[in-house]
């Protein structure tokens, strides 16, 4: 069975950095696609950023690109995002998916980030 | 690049159909997907290209996608279809190639 477990959210000044990471088990973690979605308090969702199984390409929202950084560990079954210069409006719960072929099959349960002064 | 638009509610008596559109310009020619999303839950994917179901979604949901237009629809609505749904797509030729739609409230009246 596919689990996936969130983890780093937390309260954090606007412009300052935060590191999510997400632990996957029961899948071929290398072979697969990882998702950062995100859902800001009482809105729809919102696709935040992907990183191929080996690491090759990796893709950003335009409201992320340059603040934030995907990356994984195929060794530990680890993915992370790194994000900085933190807005208010990076107030969310993010999730992590798991991808295949480009949509998104399964989810962690979420961690809350919240950006506020 | 893609803006996905649905309506944001949609109303249904128990044991009718749901019908719930995702439009954009020519959204026949990219694969649709489709996820549920229950109140405190993560979402959950309930239709995938297109058309497909993932194992344990019952086969009262089902999807098609042509012209401007993508649906999901859901056949004999339960109380328990009752949340948002999200259509969703891959724009490969995009530099942010994730793309969700605005999202639908189902409501079971």
């Known amino acids: 069975e596919v689990h996936l477990l969130e983890s780093g959210g937390g309260l954090v000044q606007p412009g300052g950095s935060l590191r999510l990471s997400c632990a996957a088990s029961g899948f071929s973690f290398d072979i697969y696609a990882i998702s950062w979605v995100r859902q800001a308090p009482g809105k729809g969702l919102e696709w935040v950023s992907s990183i191929t199984g080996g690491s090759e390409r990796t893709y950003y929202a335009a409201s992320v690109k340059g603040r934030f950084t995907i990356s994984r560990d195929n060794s530990k079954n680890m993915m992370y995002l790194q994000m900085d210069s933190l807005r208010p409006e990076d107030t969310a719960i993010y999730y992590c998916a798991k991808v295949d072929v480009w949509y998104f099959d399964s989810w962690g349960q979420g961690t809350l980030v919240t950006v506020s002064s | 690049s893609y803006v996905l638009t649905q309506p944001p509610s949609v109303s249904v008596a128990p044991g009718k159909t749901a019908t719930i559109t995702c439009g954009e310009n020519?959204?026949?020619?990219?694969?649709v997907h489709w996820y549920q999303q229950k109140p405190g839950q993560a979402p959950v994917l309930v239709v995938y290209?297109?058309?497909d179901r993932p194992s344990g979604i019952p086969e009262r949901f089902s999807g098609s996608n042509s012209g401007n237009t993508a649906t999901l629809i859901i056949s004999r609505v339960e109380a328990g279809d009752e949340a948002d749904y999200y259509c969703?797509?891959?724009?490969?030729?995009?530099?942010?190639?994730?793309?969700f739609g605005t999202g639908t409230k189902v409501t079971v009246l």
């Open positions: 969703q797509l891959w724009d490969a030729r995009s530099d942010h190639p994730g793309v």
């Open positions: 020519n959204i026949g020619s990219e694969s």
């Open positions: 290209d297109d058309r």
